[in-house]
């Protein structure tokens, strides 16, 4: 009897060590703190607490803190109007984040997100908030940017007729260009190619005529991976989704035409074999960078794009011309060959936030001048002086990335259509060095490409603009999305799977697959929603001239 | 009476953090949504999987699956023994340990990594073996490209990648084989070979079991970043699996009870094949229950 | 004994096939370790292959001064020395029951257990639960869900089972209590397979990313696993930005860098590795029978 009372002390005992362990472990964590519920120690301030999310990539210097705790977190605690506590977000895995976050109930009252799709589902799902209202009684600056540019509204608006989104304008510019290998051309005495045929012989001669002049044959006319791939559907209008007599149909035509294209490129052995394998284009972009590709879709966006696309290719091959062409003519029309989303959605508000007057407050911080300009150039005086252009420009461009360029997730509501041309990538270039020179003059050429009056946009409108499938759709698109997979294996198959095969299976996969209800669903959503979406006309109203 | 003393803490861990989240599995079963829960969000029976298995390109997903996993686990399966046995043999102790750590090695590499250098050794283009098979056939093949060599490839990069990390299980087991019975068997002449089969593979056996038994466990679960990194369009036919399905859905995110619902799904079946292998195992004695 | 000449050829085999073998294994970590070596513009432009090019170390210098990989680094080892640690406690306190015979249940207590190998909660509910614990942002949202392995508790319950029950007998004989026979019989005797769950466990805690992310808030938490995840996936960013579907700008760290922080990642795991090699020692258990 005695001994059994032992062995039941032992057990609860251990039972006690068992909850004792759990217990233990709640103790270590009190200043996480709950993020929605804002109930922190009061701030010495005054100001009401808010929390933010904020994408974290890693990327902050050791010495500059964490991207929640930092030299700008602490300048916006002070020079804005909360004591934001900031939520990071891994960039990586930023949806899986914070719908667990929504889905415990710890969500930050303000929450920035590229994904759409992710903001569509927390729209339907009634984790935000509509903010019409809101706008009206407490805004003052994100209010005056709508004031001034109505669009705005056009893409914050969800079915339901309110908007829910904040966002950030830019002036409409060319993304995408198309670079093409000027000293070639000359060598070869050829012409920029106007049309898609032309674009064919160009690439043709730029492979078989060895025009890097090493009597090797050993350079590719044209890429087909990566963004070039991409470029040469927007040739031929190969995006999906065209309107054809004012109904948005299904373009086969186009997809039929764009992938033939590809397939006669491929079967001339202009283009590397290993296209499929190069899945971000990396490939094709060291060919680039060593003078091994004569036509290539690169960018013009972003300072990065500078040492990218042009400066390394002018190290290896110092005697490397470029030029960035329009997009040739098809039997389609002409298009821009790319362009940024002017009117960009990042921000939403928890349905749950117990302070929305705080949160707007917050976002119309975020949006103001001041508090872009700093956060884009640093203070003056300290990171940054005025160039000889009047442009705020890094004192010392090492200590300016250690402190602050890594703050761009904090820019996400940062307009640059309002804080001016100083935020451009020309005024980041100095143009009295002769590479940053030059590709001023492609960035230029490439806006002309993309901007002109005679090249029309291919899509309807920007990705991010397109309405979001309900559920079943999405699972269709999924399916029949493997008709792009069905027509790259013609284009490697050569005569054993020709396009017209490929068009046969991918219209029997469309069919079988419930391709007529997606169209159906795209068809109506036009018809009805033409006018009152974002749509291409809108983003040309953001071309700065 | 200690015995169950020390099995309350494992009863509790199990209970606590494996039996309560099992229970959001009822998901599966409901449209669930961030505002009501899972507790509260509204039933809605089998739609989640009459979703699923309404299209037609559900059968081939499952089949690939099914296909990739059985076809990694069935070439795979003796390379690690194999691997051990060889190691087993080696008398050089730094030779031994050298080898060892560095068949280990590739476990560390993330697919990513494994996918570039894959490209690199059979490329079409100037890949290093078509270079081999061209100077001998005369003309390049595309490895990437067919259906069988891209199974072969991927099934080869599987056993690269994994097989020196199983293998060390597989040492750890030879270390309970009694040397007297290599010796004896030695005097009486048997072959390295009849060694290795009346001695060595005796010795493994109960590990072997186990393993297969916990293969079949894994079987949906055929590695996403693998797939991915090395599938391309041509080859989507034999290597579009449910995990890069689900991605491309995008449901990775978001859609969790559809996720639930695929989850569940695999699970039975890892349950029903490793309760045919568990009964197949216990006719010779060594199931795990 | 003098080895035959078919058993010289055999071990001749034997040793190459081994070599191939490694050197094969070998490739990848040195063809990374030129990529940390080489210069930006030979990485770049896709020219490095096995050797260093324009041999530079600029991207470790880089790695230490930008990146927190000190501290990732630290704490990478708080997580695996303590989790291995709670982990092998745990896992042989549930091996060892499941082994007795006279322990009652435990056919159902092992299906239990390898069900929860089959089935699970999903993100969703895992998370809330570890949140209703208040582990979120505490390393213990890593140690206390992943305590026992099921797969590895399997492994342990096996080696256990195969200790010949001659020593079992024997050690009964001596009186020895149950956690002294545990302790004492059955621990020293599971050497080896000890050895390899501890790999096995801290190889785990040393590359687990994603619970990390997903319950730790805290980036100053942060371990070296994430650390060389974020780096590579920001090029995986850039592979799905193809089209036109995001302006979002783009901070690459260079190919270098992130290869510099795979081989800091890796090496540790590699000087590991050896020294738990030396408790593979052949014929423990055989010894103690006979002893």
């Known amino acids: 009897m005695k001994k059994r009372i032992a062995k039941l002390a032992l057990v609860l005992a251990g039972i006690i060590a068992c909850t004792a362990m759990v217990a233990a472990c709640s103790n270590t964590k009190e200043e996480g703190g709950s993020a929605a519920t804002g109930t922190s120690a009061p701030a010495p301030n005054e100001k009401p607490s808010l929390s933010i999310s904020i994408y974290d990539r890693g990327n902050v210097p050791q010495e500059m803190g964490t991207i929640d705790n930092n030299r700008w977190t602490k300048w916006l605690n002070e020079n804005g109007p909360v004591n934001g506590k900031y939520v990071p977000i891994p960039r990586g895995e930023s949806v899986q984040k914070l719908n667990l976050l929504f889905a415990s109930g710890d969500a930050p009252d303000v929450v920035f997100e590229f994904d759409t799709g992710f903001r569509n589902q927390m729209y ?245 001048r001041t508090a872009g300009e700093i956060l884009r150039f640093g203070e003056e005086g300290v990171d940054s002086v005025k160039g000889t252009n009047g442009c705020l420009q890094p004192m010392n461009a090492e200590e300016f990335n250690k402190h602050v360029s890594w703050n761009i997730d904090f820019q996400l509501l940062l307009s640059r259509i309002e804080v001016g041309a100083c935020t451009d990538i020309q005024s980041q270039l100095d143009p009295s060095k002769p590479l940053e020179q030059d590709f001023l003059r492609l960035i230029k050429e490439n806006n002309e490409a993309n901007l002109s009056a005679d090249v029309e946009f291919a899509p309807i409108t920007h990705g991010e603009h397109m309405p979001t499938l309900p559920e079943d759709l999405n699972i269709i698109n999924t399916n029949v999305s493997k008709i792009a997979d069905i027509y790259s294996k013609a284009i490697v198959s050569g005569s054993s799977y020709t396009i017209e095969q490929a068009y046969k299976d991918a219209q029997a996969l469309w069919n079988s697959s419930g391709g007529d209800k997606l169209e159906a669903f795209y068809a109506d959503w036009y018809s009805n929603n033409s006018e009152n979406a974002f749509m291409a006309k809108d983003m040309w109203k953001f071309v700065k001239n | 009476m200690p015995l169950y003393l020390m099995f309350i803490p494992i009863v509790a861990f199990f209970i606590i953090f494996k039996y309560v989240p099992i229970g959001g599995v009822i998901i599966a079963f409901k449209k669930y949504n961030l505002m009501d829960g899972i507790l509260h969000s509204p039933w809605v029976g089998f739609d989640n999987f009459r979703l699923l298995f309404s299209t037609p390109t559900t059968v081939q997903i499952i089949r690939n699956t099914l296909m990739l996993s059985l076809m990694s686990i069935i070439i795979g399966f003796p390379f690690p023994i194999i691997l051990a046995i060889l ?96 010796e004896a068997a030695s005097i009486d002449g048997a072959s390295k070979w009849k060694q290795i089969r009346h001695v060595t593979l005796p010795g493994l056996q109960v590990t072997i079991v186990l393993m297969l038994i916990l293969a079949m466990g894994r079987v949906m679960e055929v590695g996403f970043d693998q797939i991915y990194m090395l599938q391309n369009s041509t080859v989507l036919g034999v290597s579009e699996v449910i995990s890069t399905y689900i991605y491309k859905v995008g449901l990775m995110g978001s859609q969790f009870s559809l996720t639930a619902a695929i989850g569940l799904f695999e699970s039975l079946v890892a349950l029903i094949l490793v309760l045919i292998t568990n009964t197949i195992a216990r006719r010779f004695g060594n199931g795990l229950w | 004994m003098k080895p035959s000449i078919g058993e010289r050829v055999y071990l001749v085999g034997v040793y190459l096939v081994l070599s191939a ?80 015979s006279y322990f009652l249940g435990r056919r159902v207590f092992m299906f239990g257990i390898v069900f929860t190998m089959l089935f699970n909660g999903g993100l969703i509910p895992t998370y809330l639960t570890i949140r209703n614990l208040e582990l979120i942002n505490t390393y213990w949202s890593l140690w206390l869900p992943g305590l026992v392995s099921v797969f590895n508790l399997l492994v342990l319950r096996t080696f256990i089972e195969n200790i010949p029950g001659e020593i079992d007998e024997a050690s009964r004989i001596d009186g020895c209590g149950e956690w002294r026979y545990l302790l004492q019989v059955v621990l020293p005797l599971s050497m080896p397979v000890l050895a390899t769950l501890a790999l096995f466990y801290g190889v785990g805690y040393w590359n687990s990313f994603f619970s990390v992310l997903m319950y730790i808030n805290d980036p100053a938490k942060y371990n070296i696993a994430v650390l060389v995840q974020q780096m590579i996936q920001s090029q995986m960013m850039l592979a799905q930005m193809n089209g036109l579907e995001s302006s979002e700008q783009l901070i690459l760290s260079p190919e270098m860098v992130n290869s510099a922080a795979i081989i800091i990642m890796v090496v540790p795991m590699l000087v590991i590795y050896p020294f738990l090699q030396k408790y593979f020692v052949k014929g423990v258990m055989i010894g103690a029978v006979k002893g």
């Open chain 1, 124 to 368: 339907q799902q009634k984790m935000i908030m509509p903010v019409d209202e809101l706008i009206e009684e407490s805004s003052t600056d994100y209010k005056q940017l709508l004031e001034k540019y109505p669009e705005i509204k056009k893409a914050a608006v969800k079915p339901d007729g309110k908007m829910y989104e904040f966002g950030r304008v830019s002036p409409l510019v060319g993304f995408q260009s198309l670079f093409i290998r000027k000293d070639w051309l000359d060598k070869l005495g050829l012409q920029v190619p106007q049309t898609a045929e032309e674009l064919f012989e160009v690439a043709k001669a730029f492979t078989e005529q060895d025009p890097d002049g090493n009597g090797v044959k050993d350079t590719f006319g044209i890429a087909l991976s990566g963004e070039t791939g991409g470029t040469i559907n927007t040739m031929f209008r190969n995006v999906t989704w065209v309107v054809d007599n004012g109904k948005l149909v299904r373009g086969w035509e186009q997809e039929n035409a764009a992938n033939a294209f590809k397939k006669r490129l491929y079967d001339a052995g202009l283009v590397d074999k290993d296209f499929l394998a190069d899945k971000n284009g990396q490939k094709a972009q060291q060919d680039w960078n060593n003078g091994k590709i004569g036509i290539f879709v690169g960018r013009t966006i972003d300072l990065v794009n500078f040492n990218q696309y042009y400066e390394q290719l002018k190290t290896n091959v110092p005697g490397a011309e470029v030029q960035a062409i329009k997009l040739p003519k098809s039997e389609f029309g002409q298009f821009a060959i790319g362009v940024n989303n002017p009117v960009q959605m990042t921000t939403i508000i928890n349905a749950r936030t117990k302070d929305p007057k705080a949160a707007m407050a917050y976002i119309d911080f975020m949006a103001s």
């Open chain 2, 87 to 182: 190691l087993n043999e080696v008398r050089l102790m730094w030779f031994k340990r050298l080898v060892q750590t560095l068949v280990y090695l590739p476990h560390f590499f993330s697919w990513i990594i494994v996918s570039g250098i894959i490209v690199t050794i059979f490329s079409q283009q100037n890949g290093i073996v078509s270079g081999w098979w061209e100077s001998i056939t005369g003309h390049t093949y595309p490895f990437l490209y067919r259906e069988g060599s891209w199974l072969a490839i991927f099934v080869g990069s599987g056993v690269w990648k994994e097989a020196g990390f199983s293998a060390i299980i597989y040492l750890a087991a030879l270390t309970n084989i009694d040397p007297t019975l290599y």
């Open chain 3, 21 to 100: 073998v490694a050197l094969l294994c070998l490739l990848p970590l040195v063809h990374i370790a030129s990529l940390s070596a080489s210069s930006l513009q030979a990485v770049s432009a896709g020219r490095v292959t096995l050797f260093p090019v324009d041999m530079s170390l600029s991207a470790y210098t880089q790695l230490f001064e930008s990146t927190p990989i000190l501290s990732s680094l630290s704490n990478s080892v708080i997580i695996t020395v303590v989790g291995v640690a709670l982990s092998m406690v745990f896992t042989i306190l549930a091996a060892y029951p499941l082994t007795r």
